[in-house]
C-alpha cells in the first residue's frame, strides 16, 4: 500500500502564494502520473494539474500562468507551487498518483487552501 501526505495548505489573502507537497511513501519512480486535484464546497473533485514520470505537465485552464506543478524524484515528492491565489481557488486540495503497472490510483487525505479576498 502506497501512501501519499500533503503539506502546505493554509490561509493566505487573495494575490499571495502557497506551495503544496506531496510525499510519496515509496518511490515515486512508480507512478506514471502523479497530479493535484481539489474540491470546492458542495463540488466535485476537479483535476487541477498533473506531471507524467517523463515529466510533462498538463494544467487546466483555470490555473494556468498561476500554478506550477513540479517533482523531486530524489525525495519522492510532487510539488504545486500556486501564485496569484483567488478566492475561488479555496478548496481541499489532494494528491493522487496513478500506478504504471498496475494502473492502481492512490490518494493523500488532502490539505485545505483558504484564501480570503
Known amino acids: 500500500q502506497v501512501q501519499l501526505v500533503e503539506s502546505g495548505g493554509g490561509l493566505v489573502q487573495a494575490g499571495g502564494s502557497l506551495r503544496l507537497s506531496c510525499t510519496a511513501s515509496?518511490?515515486?519512480?512508480?507512478?506514471?502520473?502523479m497530479g493535484w486535484y481539489r474540491q470546492a464546497p458542495g463540488k466535485q473533485r476537479e483535476l487541477v494539474a498533473r506531471i507524467t514520470s517523463g515529466g510533462s505537465t498538463n494544467y487546466v485552464d483555470f490555473v494556468k500562468g498561476r500554478f506550477t506543478i513540479s517533482r523531486d524524484n530524489a525525495v519522492d515528492t510532487v510539488y504545486l507551487q500556486m501564485n496569484s491565489l483567488k478566492p475561488e481557488d479555496t478548496a481541499v486540495y489532494y494528491c493522487?498518483?496513478?500506478?504504471?503497472?498496475?494502473?492502481?490510483?492512490?490518494w493523500g487525505q488532502g490539505t485545505q487552501v483558504t484564501v480570503s479576498s
Open positions: 493522487n498518483a496513478k500506478e504504471a503497472v498496475s494502473g492502481s490510483d492512490f
Open positions: 515509496r518511490s515515486i519512480f512508480r507512478f506514471a502520473v
